[in-house]
């Protein structure tokens, strides 16, 4: 299976303050996603990363609110920015195989008051 | 976005019993996943499914890809108290985003 790091593991925030999760995929990966889970809920895709343009986003998630980066192939971060309660949520970084598996990391469990 | 129908949404079974689960879609696809997500954990990938009618197996657990490819069952047998968590199905079309289902929350009583 796919090597999915994710940084910070959980993080308690300020309203109105911004967050960087950073993740590291092995080089198998070939498309890099970012998920939300809200508490008791399934996954919602938030963006597809693209190496080195400007990410593919959902309905309902813009730029401005999530920026992504993904410079090169195994490496990407999500900023949630501006942060409110309604952001606390858990953020994951997924690796997808040529084959269509998709694995994910252990997810950045964030908490904002 | 658009969501697959899992059920049950919630089990308690008890300890040695097999249990079953499924999810259903209105759309075809041609990639069914089975994830297992622990709480404070990311999902796990359990099973991979590429073609209609196959069945799979992953130690206890046996999934099988629906022949109408719009749906997917997943069985575990003879339970015991760490499969507790939650199920999520997962189906792909080609190259378009995954789509996930809501979830089978799995509660074992020892």
């Known amino acids: 299976s796919a090597v999915i790091s994710q940084k910070p593991s959980r993080d308690i925030c300020q309203r109105g303050t911004s ?10 990966v070939t498309m890099m996603f970012w998920y939300r889970q809200q508490p008791g809920q399934s996954l919602t895709l938030i963006a597809t990363a693209n190496q080195g343009s400007e990410a593919t986003y959902e309905s309902g998630f813009v730029i401005d609110k999530f920026p992504i980066s993904r410079p090169n192939l195994t490496f990407s971060t999500l900023t949630v920015s501006n942060m409110s309660p309604e952001d606390s949520s858990i953020y994951l970084c997924t690796g997808q195989y040529g084959t269509g598996e998709l694995f994910f990391g252990e997810g950045s469990r964030l908490t904002v008051l | 976005g658009q969501q697959l129908n899992q059920s049950p949404q919630s089990m308690f079974i008890q300890e040695g019993e097999d249990v079953s689960m499924n999810c259903t879609s209105s759309s075809i696809f041609n990639t069914w996943l089975w994830y297992k997500q622990d709480p404070g954990e990311g999902p796990v990938l359990l099973i991979a499914l590429y073609k209609a009618g196959e069945l799979t ?18 069985n575990i047998s003879a339970s015991i108290p760490s499969d507790v968590g939650i199920y999520f199905c997962a189906g792909l079309l080609g190259y378009q985003k995954v789509t ?9 009583i020892p």
């Open chain 1, 19 to 28: 967050l960087t999760i950073q993740c590291q995929v092995d080089s198998q």
């Open chain 2, 57 to 74: 197996s992953n130690g206890r657990l046996t999934a099988q890809f629906g022949t109408t490819r719009k749906d997917s069952f997943l």
């Open chain 2, 100 to 108: 996930f289902g809501i979830g089978t929350k799995l509660q074992v």
